[in-house]
């Protein structure tokens, strides 16, 4: 099937980590998005940068592919190539920008650099209902976790971030410690739906502004787990469920006591989360619960937007074309990219 010069039809690239992903968005509407995985980062423990960079390599074409033919376009019907230029792994960052250069050039046509975390933020848009401007949003992943004032596409303000760990990564690391395989955090999740939230203690670190901090609770979790053992060899087999409900609570009371402070502060009641963490089912349900409780009108994009995918890379690559910002074949990834 071929498209009229009047669609609008971008090709989205996402390969900042270890998800291949390529997505077609026709006027808006995201109508592929194909997702290839790594799982053989599970026997290491966390993604071997090396590694998932050979494996993008492998994947990158015939995940493209399999976007184009699911969406029943021709690659000739392409308007633009939109990609994530980072932040992210610059081997697997390089592949995609790579190939997306190479796309672009040889159907000559224009080529769109997206920010990683400005499209997780852009994901609301890609579904119903969707965010009005100005609105906040709690960006949560493995890698980074803000608090982003949106007061346009692309018009964004950090308002407060983690000062060491993200959350996702304090979700695996605690996973770890409880003999939990990665990715470690989906699995705290599952268990933590069948323990008691209150049965351990855990402080909330004491930030100024909006700004968070993970790396004290991890060593507060270490430390309890490696003295309750010491009298109790089986303390976390006996406890698993408790120990991750309690361990749980705690992110989030972290990640949602901020999140209302500045919405407070900034008088705003749009309230949306991102990122791969936004897909626990405790955070959901607590910010449901303060969304009630504030009056907030909440935003969460649909799990497979949630995630690393190109579905968010393509949405942001059309609101970057009706605007016309492209960028020339000199781009190069970054490692480090700032809203």
């Given at each position: ?15 900042s980590?270890d998800?291949?992903s ?8 995201i109508?592929s998005?194909?997702?290839?995985t ?10 071997i ?10 994947n990158?074409i ?22 994530t230029?980072g ?17 672009a ?8 650099e997206?920010?990683?975390m400005?499209?997780?933020?852009l ?26 004032l ?8 950090v ?5 060491d760990?993200?959350?996702?990564e304090a ?11 990665y ?6 999740d ?8 209150n049965?351990y203690?855990?402080t909330e ?13 991890k060593t ?5 787990i490696?003295k ?8 976390v087999?006996?406890n698993l ?8 609570s705690?992110?989030i ?5 901020k ?9 705003i ?11 626990n ?17 909440t ?5 497979e ?12 690559g059309?609101q970057?074309?009706?605007k ?6 000199d ?9």
């Amino acid at each position: 099937m071929s498209y009229s010069l009047k669609k609008t039809i971008i090709l989205g690239i996402e390969s900042s980590c270890d998800e291949t992903s390529a997505s077609i968005c026709i006027d808006g509407q995201i109508v592929s998005n194909v997702t290839a995985t790594q799982a053989i980062h599970e026997q290491y423990g966390g993604v071997i940068p090396e590694i998932a960079s050979r494996i993008h390599q492998q994947n990158i074409i015939p995940v493209v592919d399999s976007a184009i033919k699911n969406a029943k376009i021709s690659k000739n019907d392409i308007n633009a190539v939109a990609f994530t230029r980072g932040p992210g792994l610059l081997g697997a960052l390089l592949v995609g920008t790579s190939f997306a250069k190479a796309f672009a050039l040889g159907l000559s046509i224009p080529l769109i650099e997206i920010n990683h975390m400005q499209a997780h933020v852009l994901a609301h848009f890609i579904d119903t209902p969707k965010p009005s401007f100005p609105f906040l949003c709690l960006t949560v992943s493995g890698g980074h976790t803000q608090i982003v004032l949106v007061k346009d596409y692309f018009e964004m303000e950090v308002m407060g971030e983690t000062t060491d760990d993200a959350a996702g990564e304090a979700f695996d690391k605690s996973a770890k410690m409880l003999g939990l395989p990665y990715p470690g955090g989906p699995l705290i999740d599952k268990h933590a739906k069948e323990g008691d939230a209150n049965k351990y203690k855990f402080t909330e670190p004491q930030i100024p502004g909006f700004n968070f901090s993970f790396s004290g609770l991890k060593t507060q979790i270490l430390y309890f787990i490696q003295k309750e053992s010491k009298t109790n060899p089986n303390f976390v087999a006996e406890n698993l469920n408790d120990l991750c409900a309690s361990i749980q609570s705690r992110i989030i009371s972290i990640l949602l006591n901020k999140l209302e402070a500045a919405a407070d502060q900034l008088g705003i009641t749009d309230i949306a989360i991102a990122g791969g963490v936004s897909a626990n089912s405790g955070l959901r349900a607590e910010l449901q619960r303060l969304a009630n409780k504030k009056g907030w009108n909440t935003f969460i994009p649909a799990f497979e937007y949630c995630t690393d995918n190109a579905g968010m890379i393509a949405i942001a690559g059309y609101q970057k074309y009706l605007k016309g910002e492209f960028i020339g074949q000199d781009v190069a990834p970054l490692a480090r990219y700032h809203i």
